[in-house]
T-cell receptor, first 114, second 113 residues
Framework: NAGVTQTPKFRVLKTGQSMTLLCAQDMNHEYMYWYRQDPGMGLRLIHYSVGEGTTAKGEVPDGYNVSRLKKQNFLLGLESAAPSQTSVYFCASTLGRTNTGELFFGEGSRLTVL | DQQVKQNSPSLSVQEGRISILNCDYT??????FLWYKKYPAEGPTFLIS?????DKNEDGRFTVFLNKSAKHLSLHIVPSQPGDSAVYFC????????????FGQGTTLQVKP
């Protein structure tokens, strides 16, 4: 049981390049999330999905797009990377409206934009 | 506007003693509060949570206290162990937005042998 798996783990981009981060979960969870972590700022929600085919904006959505074509996968895309998007990205999932907020996180993807 | 704040970036305690990590929040609509623990190069892992209808929740060595009037919560670890050394994040949510957590900045705990 792998839980939440993120690929790639590390990536270096040049400004203006595009890339996609893939998140896969094998727990049959309905809800999935993308957070970013920056020094001194904790984790901030980028986008989230409450089910296959649905997506919604979080706290810091600008410059990112997402897709949830399959229940187990949640993709985060950067169309034109900027240095401000240098960060560690965490994908998370949860079963549903548990009213506890407990999320299961992946190990993170470290992105550097030069 | 930081809705959840952890004002202590770091804390160092001796093994066997109590560790107390603090968290303050500003949004009175928050009704669930969580603590996550994070080791380097790993994702955060859930530690303990508390609903706003309670003022205390215990799980083994970990206890979370909630003071709604002061908009303050704290995590107590007793006794502290070297394996507890990690970054601890406080987070808050409203029941209508499950999973949309607002995180504090984190506190790095070091437990010395």
């Amino acid at each position: 049981n792998a839980g939440v798996t993120q690929t790639p783990k590390f990536r270096v981009l040049k400004t203006g390049q595009s890339m996609t981060l893939l998140c896969a979960q094998d727990m049959n969870h309905e809800y999935m999330y993308w957070y970013r972590q920056d020094p001194g700022m904790g984790l901030r929600l980028i986008h989230y999905s409450v089910g296959e085919g649905t997506t919604a904006k979080g706290e810091v959505p600008d410059g990112y797009n997402v897709s949830r074509l399959k229940k187990q996968n949640f993709l985060l895309g950067l169309e034109s990377a900027a240095p401000s998007q240098t960060s560690v990205y965490f994908c998370a999932s949860t079963l549903g409206r548990t009213n506890t907020g407990e999320l299961f996180f992946g190990e993170g993807s470290r992105l550097t934009v030069l | 506007d930081q809705q959840v704040k952890q004002n202590s970036p770091s804390l160092s305690v001796q093994e066997g003693r109590i560790s107390i990590l603090n968290c303050d929040y500003t949004n009175s609509m928050f009704d669930y509060f969580l603590w996550y623990k994070k080791y380097p190069a790993e994702g955060p892992t859930f530690l303990i949570s508390i609903s706003s209808i309670k003022d205390k929740n215990e799980d083994g060595r970990f206890t979370v206290f909630l003071n709604k009037s002061a908009k303050h919560l704290s995590l107590h670890i007793v006794p502290s162990q070297p394996g507890d050394s990690a970054v601890y994040f406080c987070a808050a949510s409203t029941s209508s937005n499950t999973g949309k957590l607002i995180f504090g900045q984190g506190t790095t705990l070091q437990v010395k042998p």
